[in-house]
T-cell receptor
Framework: DTAVSQTPKYLVTQMGNDKSIKCEQN?????MYWYKQDSKKFLKIMFS???????INETVPNRFSPKSPDKAHLNLHINSLELGDSAVYFC?????????????FGPGTRLLVL | RKEVEQDPGPFNVPEGATVAFNCTYS??????FFWYRQDCRKEPKLLMS???SGNEDGRFTAQLNRASQYISLLIRDSKLSDSATYLC?????????????FGTGTRLTVIP
C-alpha cells in the first residue's frame, strides 16, 4: 500500500541519452511535485502539477519535461542527459497546492550520468 | 540569499542527551513551518509542524520566533534511532502557488 511510488529506483546512463522517471500516488491528492536533491543534499523544487495542470515551473533547463496523464501520475522525461543531472529525484504529493500542507515523498530515483 | 538556512552539523551526541537545532528563514510572509526527517538514502518524511505558540510531540519540541524569523527543534533523551538529517522547511507563496523551501539539513548522529 505504497503511498507515493517511483520507478526506477536507480538509473545509470550515458551522457546524451534520454530517460524517463515515473511517479504514481494513491493518496487521492490533487498536487504532485518533482524535486532534485544534489550531492550537497540540497532539496529543490523543479515542478508542481495540480490536477494535471502545471502550476510551478522553477528555473529548470527545458531538457526536463514533466507530464501528468492524470492527477495520480507525474512523469519526468529528461533529454540529452548531462553529468550535472546526476542527483536523486524525488516525487511528492500533497492534498492542495493552495495551502502548505504536508508533502509525501516517494523513495527517490538515484540518477547517475556517466 | 537562501530561503532557509541551517547549521549542517554534524551533531554527534551520546544517547540520552538533549540536542537543539536552529534554522532561519528569509521570507517574512511565510506562514507555515515544518521539520522533516531524512534517513540516509531515504526520502524526507514529516516529523512535525511548527506552530506559533510552540508545540511538543513526545521528546520533540518545536519553537517559532516570527520576529527573528527563527525556528528551533529540541530533542530530549536522544535515542540511537534519532540519527538522521533534520530538514527545516518553510512555505512561501510564489508564482501563484504555495511552495515549500527546504534547508540543507542538520545531520545528527546519536552515539551509544
Amino acid at each position: 500500500d505504497t503511498a507515493v511510488s517511483q520507478t526506477p529506483k536507480y538509473l545509470v546512463t550515458q551522457m546524451g541519452n534520454d530517460k524517463s522517471i515515473k511517479c504514481e500516488q494513491n493518496l487521492g491528492h490533487d498536487t504532485m511535485y518533482w524535486y532534485k536533491q544534489d550531492s550537497k543534499k540540497f532539496l529543490k523544487i523543479m515542478f508542481s502539477y495540480n490536477n494535471k495542470e502545471l502550476i510551478i515551473n522553477e528555473t529548470v533547463p527545458n531538457r526536463f519535461s514533466p507530464k501528468s496523464p492524470d492527477k495520480a501520475h507525474l512523469n519526468l522525461h529528461i533529454n540529452s542527459l548531462e553529468l550535472g543531472d546526476s542527483a536523486v529525484y524525488f516525487c511528492a504529493s500533497s492534498q492542495d497546492w493552495r495551502v502548505a500542507t504536508t508533502q509525501y515523498f516517494g523513495p527517490g530515483t538515484r540518477l547517475l550520468v556517466l | 540569499r537562501k530561503e532557509v538556512e541551517q547549521d549542517p552539523g554534524p551533531f554527534n551526541v551520546p544517547e540520552g542527551a538533549t540536542v537543539a537545532f536552529n534554522c532561519t528563514y528569509s521570507n517574512s510572509a511565510s506562514q507555515s513551518f515544518f521539520w522533516y526527517r531524512q534517513d540516509c538514502r531515504k526520502e524526507p518524511k514529516l516529523l512535525m509542524s511548527v506552530y506559533s505558540s510552540g508545540n511538543e510531540d513526545g521528546r520533540f519540541t518545536a519553537q517559532l520566533n516570527r520576529a527573528s524569523q527563527y525556528i528551533s527543534l529540541l530533542i530530549r533523551d536522544s535515542k540511537l534511532s534519532d540519527s538522521a538529517t533534520y530538514l527545516c522547511v518553510v512555505n512561501a507563496f510564489q508564482t501563484g502557488a504555495n511552495n515549500l523551501f527546504f534547508g540543507t539539513g542538520t545531520r545528527l548522529t546519536v552515539i551509544p
